[in-house]
């Protein structure tokens, strides 16, 4: 069995020593790398070849990659490097990696050709001036041949390993059985609608239940697909914490059965969570975990590379052994897990991790999108950019010296803006050319400013840099798919300040090629309803299969009652308190348990909750706030006990709208006083117009769908299993509209209600 490995990730692999060290950064961007790249090679006379596909094997490794270019008129071999910034800055350790890559290739190139003698030239292209700084050196096939054995024979021992474990994991996933005594009803026909997909390779979109087991009904295909389909990884992705947490859970289930394969389950959470010391720079001479980590890391993987759930804790556990980084150290075992949790932006984002290396290693990968219906905003606010003006003015005064006249440019260019600009809020169909180009040339001297001064900037400086590269980013993939807006806010007659944003409004063309990248992704979600707003929003391929699991749930255990003589529009709240109040209180007093009530707001929600407390003292009740950290979600879940009595009030959409699971007594009913509609401001109606434009659709995709999702979502915290009984009622005479009740739920069965007790 061969081993087959590209030429960068065996250099990333063996060649990188010592201290991680983040201060040659940020890097360009990869559509500024490929730009630089076609740059360099357009400079270079017409015999010059780009993008050499080159391979070698040694013993049972094979190593593939793609040299830069390659001019046989002068027997050269090119390993171009893109940068902004001051060269001599770079850190040493980078400056051998770019070595051994060229090495690499240039004994890949000798072997090819049938060369004894070749020239390397590490070639560094300035983004921003565009200049070039080429560093050459001659070297004879007899100096890269024992170079590159040496670093093969380095990875060799690794690859070994690997290939026993890929093995035995193959072998023991085609044997996996189902971890539980049978399927619930409905797991089954997903299950197998995910190995379908897999194994024609075509994205599947499932609405199913909640409550079915989503989660290990999508995760056990994968596994048994590995092997047929030859699957080098599987990314199971959530958009919050409690979805990680639950595929890990399923993770772990599967890990606990009588014949579970040795698979490697890796958790990957954000930097801020995993940082160890967060008042320190990610450099050797700052923090205590970045000094020599190159140097430890290959104990720490090895160590890591033994356990079959890599969670924060067991990986931190790890990293802090081993005196490495725990941060860094999950990315470098996202390279060797077979089963990766993460969230979206891990594969979705502009610059997202897992999508890279999977490019990059031309790995095999299949896609769980948890709770698909959230990557329609989740993919919006990734491919959007924004700038407050505040935050400019703040960080110009405080700003070293060097870099005011440069901020100072950006601010006369945005008041030139804003300031032809009459009204509060106002969108527009292009990006702002000069304002761009005074940002792209402040971002240059900050990135000058950076590597001249290593200790950095402070850190509100340093966050509005990186604002700045995104909204530029952003600016070079504008289309009709975005927008351009300006709010402006008044300080006092003469002064004003205002936001600029880079809206993205339709995700697609970007969420949609990274679907398809995949051997299969599969988009489940208990609310994908009407298919087409999501396929038109997430850009699903053409031959997407898409099922509606049937629920396990009966109408019997659920009543759903359309509360329709109370209006939740804005201008009817005041009168909407009173009967509200009396609907929870009637229903409490009926069947006492817990329940939720969900709002639009928070003033709303607190409108109703206090006159709740006044007219009814004795219905104990808790409330969302606004800004919960984890700890205050939790205390607020824990009031729901087997035996409580009480009413949560929650917002509609937020922290308890969805991915919260209260079985049984836990959670008995739900009442939903709103229709869940997006506010109407003037943004929203800018994406009316817009979806209207694109979809012929504008209300229904901006307010309604959404909206009408975020209820059904909300109801579904209720029934959570075969054996659970409740009730939801529906507060607004909107939910009797043909057009809604379309879109609830088949198996509902809904009745009005007549008030009891209005005022």
Partial sequence: MSYSIAVRALCEFTAKVGDLDLRFTPSPTALEGIVGHRTVASRRNEGYQSEVALAGQYQNLTVKGRADGYDPGQNCLEEVKTYRGDLSKQPANHRQLHWAQAKVYGWLMCCKLDLEQINLALVYFDIVS????????????????????????????WAEQEMTHREARNRAAQQLAFPHAGFRPGQRHLAESVFKAVSTGRCLMAQAPTGIGKTVGTLFPMLKALAPQQLDKVFFLTAKTPGRKLALD????ILDSADAPPLRVLEMVARDKACEHPDKACHGESCPLAQGFYDRLPAARQAASGLNLLNQGALRQVA?????????????MARWADVVVADYNYYFDFSALLFGLAQANHWTVAVLVDEAHNLVER???????????????????????????????????????????????????????KLLQALSSCGASIGDYLNDHPQGLDSALQSFYFEMLQFCRVAELFDEQFLFDISKRDLDRKRCLSQLCLRNVVPAGFIGPRLTAARTTVLFSATLSPRHYYADLLGTPANTVCIDVESPFHADQLQVHIVNQISTRFVHREASLAPIVELIANQFTQRPGNYLAFFSSFDYLQQVAQLL????????????????????RQDFLDR????GEGVGFAVLGGAFGEGIDLPGARLIGAFIATLGLAQLNPV??????????????????TYLFPGVQ??????????????????????????????????????????????????
Wanted: include cysteine; charge should be neutral.
């Fill in 130 to 157: 565009e200049k070039e700084t080429c560093l050459l050196e001659a070297f004879s096939a007899a100096q890269l041949k024992p170079f590159f054995e040496e670093h093969c024979e380095r990875f060799l021992h």
């Fill in 250 to 253: 399923a993770a772990q289930v």
């Fill in 320 to 332: 802090l052994e081993h005196m490495v980084c725990p941060y860094y150290l999950s990315q470098e």
């Fill in 379 to 433: 993919g919006r606010q990734m491919y959007s950019a924004s700038l407050d003006q505040s935050t400019l003015n703040g960080v110009r005064k405080t700003a070293p010296e060097a870099l005011k006249k440069p901020l100072q440019r950006v601010n006369r260019e945005w008041n030139a803006l804003h300031n032809l600009q009459s009204g509060a809020y106002q969108a527009y169909d292009k990006a702002p050319e």
């Fill in 613 to 632: 407390a006044e007219r009814h003292p004795q219905i104990k009740l808790w409330s969302q706030s606004r800004g919960m950290g984890e700890a205050q």
């Fill in 640 to 643: 729901f006990t087997e035996d």
């Fill in 684 to 701: 929203n109606e800018q994406l009316k117009q817009r979806m209207a434009a694109i979809f012929g659709a504008g209300y229904d995709y």
């Fill in 710 to 759: 975020k209820v059904v979502q909300a109801a579904g915290r209720v029934i959570r299993n075969e054996q659970d009984e409740g009730v939801v009622m529906l507060i607004d005479d909107r939910f009797g509209e043909h057009k809604v009740r379309q879109l609830l739920p088949r198996w509902w069965s809904i009745a009005p209600t007549n008030l009891r007790s209005a005022p």
